[in-house]
């Protein structure tokens, strides 16, 4: 985020920055703290992830400069991707509402 920038507008423009994407943020569905401690007890990352519904409104998905690759994947190939647990984790929790 940038500072002043509200929520909504800094993640359709990440999204746009990042996927190429024209989206419209609806609501939060999760926000998810995420905080890595090394074996001195420090911290190393500390994370806080809000994850959002939106509708896409345009654009073609394509990867930005820091990506190799960017897919719409259908439900049935999530298990054969390498994606994060956390990530994982999200999708079976709200998988009726991101597939009804």
Known sequence: MELGEPLAQALQREVREECGLVIQPEKVLEVVEYIDIDEQRRVRYHYIIIEYWAK??????QPASDAAAAAWRAPADLPRLNLPELTRCFINQHQKQIWP
């Open 56 to 61: 896409y409104v345009a654009g073609e998905l």
